[in-house]
């Protein structure tokens, strides 16, 4: 056999080992996205929020251990046999797992956490489906404190995870049902006609439990929407719909968080050239509604990706993920050209301002908030004391300027 062969074949056992994890893992996620379905017209951060109240805080998987063990331990001790023991190690395992994807989807955001979200949730019916099956047997055993004890059980789980669940109605309905369903075949299935009587009320709490949680959907909805539109009144500017200085540090934290990962961005400092001499002339009106005509023109010329908001009087931010050097620079250029265009603002005449513009990159030029934005601010006043309307780019860490750039 050709000694080349052996490799080749490893590599592609690999490849194929590779692919069949990434086919799993979009399955995984598909799924969770239609666990997690929205109305359409919904707005993504909306099921955003509604994912995070359904999920898990790292300290419930551990404390689900505590609500089997017990009855796995009775029915050990009742039976004699040894699935009750399988029974407790898959649950802990899983459990296990629960606690340790839900402790390293802390922190992350993007496609990156809806991966973990999706095999926390997944893991989640996993453990719900595993604990009915060993409720199941505990039922069969016709043991009268094994059924009550795997009633009270399956009763305390669905009625604990109701609350957080509904948020999700399509993931709470498969929490509910997987509590129940195995629970009440097995009264159906025992040899006591008083058992079976008891298992025609498992369908009455399924549906009363079900009716319960729309209702509690419907609440969580209206506290989220609320909770929504406070948030995004904070951090909105007022006058010209633009993020406000709260909204663009709060991105640039979160942006600066993920460079240890690799990502890359650039940061914009922009002021008005010419705004006051508008302002003393016109009035505050004019300038108020100039700025809204500025905002407007700065949103239209960023990429769908960008965050541009305002900070302060005539002053503002603009952030760019994944920009080089190259399309940080073209950007500036669009921006001085697009906004040393007259504005007709409902006077007698146009009206003209410029703007200058300093930026950063990140990570090549400061990795903290701080920093950045003092580097950014260094270079628009380079670029305001060199005419104005222009671009310059901030000082490398542990070297020197580049050179200005013109637009």
């Known amino acids: ?47 955003a929020r509604l994912v995070d109240w359904a999920m898990e805080t790292p300290a419930v998987p551990l404390v689900s251990i505590f609500s089997m063990a ?72 016709g043991h009268t404190a ?19 669940v509904a948020a999700l109605p399509r993931f709470g309905a498969a929490v509910m049902v997987l509590c129940y369903l195995p ?3 097995g009264l159906a299935a025992s040899a006591s006609w008083e058992v079976r009587l008891v298992a025609l009320l498992v369908p009455i709490w399924l549906a009363g439990l079900l009716a319960l949680m729309y209702q509690t959907r419907q609440t969580i909805l209206r506290t989220v929407r609320a909770e929504m539109a406070t ?3 904070a951090l909105t500017d007022k006058l010209t719909g633009l993020p406000n200085r709260a909204f663009v540090e709060e991105t640039l934290a979160l942006l600066c968080n993920r460079l240890p990962s690799g990502e890359t961005f650039a940061l914009l400092s922009l002021d008005l050239d010419g705004f006051k001499q508008v302002n003393d002339r016109h009035g505050h009106g004019a300038g108020d509604l100039l700025l809204k005509a500025v905002a407007g023109r700065l949103a239209g010329t960023m ?7 305002r ?40 009206v003209r301002v410029g703007v ?9 030029q400061g990795s903290t908030p701080s920093g950045l934005l003092g580097c950014a601010d260094d270079a628009l006043y380079a670029a305001k004391r060199e005419g104005k309307g222009r671009h310059r780019t901030g000082r490398r860490e542990g070297g020197g300027e580049n050179g200005a750039l013109f637009a």
């Not at 094994?146 to 957080?164: D, K």
């Not at 503002?316 to 040393?340: C, D, G, N, Q, W």
């Not at 200058?356 to 090549?364: C, F, L, T």
């Open 231 to 233: 948030r995004r009144a």
């Open 146 to 164: 094994l059924i009550v004890m795997a009633a009270v059980t399956a009763v305390g789980v669905a009625g604990s995870a109701m609350g957080r």
């Open 70 to 141: 017990p009855v796995a331990l009775m029915a050990a001790y009742v039976t004699g046999e040894w699935w009750p023991y399988l029974w407790m190690a898959a649950d802990v395992s899983l459990a296990v797992r629960r606690w340790w994807l839900l402790r390293m989807g802390i922190g992350l955001s993007g496609q990156a956490l809806e991966r973990l979200q999706a095999a926390a949730m997944t893991s989640g019916l996993l453990w719900c489906a595993i604990l009915s099956v060993g409720l199941y047997f505990c039922v069969a055993t």
């Open 311 to 350: 900070v302060g009087g005539d002053e503002f931010v603009a952030l760019l993920p994944h920009a080089s050097e190259f399309e940080t620079a073209t950007i500036a250029k669009r921006l001085i050209a697009a906004i040393e265009q007259p504005f007709d603002i409902g006077l007698h005449a146009t």
């Open 356 to 364: 200058s513009v300093g930026s950063v990159s990140a990570p090549e």
């Open 183 to 185: 629970l009440g075949l």
């Open 1 to 47: 056999m050709n000694d080349s062969a052996v490799p080749r074949s490893a590599a592609l056992t690999n490849r194929v080992h590779a692919q069949d994890g990434a086919h799993g893992l979009q399955f995984v996620v598909a799924f969770f996205r239609w666990l997690s379905v929205l109305p359409a017209g919904e707005r993504p951060e909306i099921r």
């Open 303 to 309: 990429r769908a990706q960008d965050t541009v908001g």
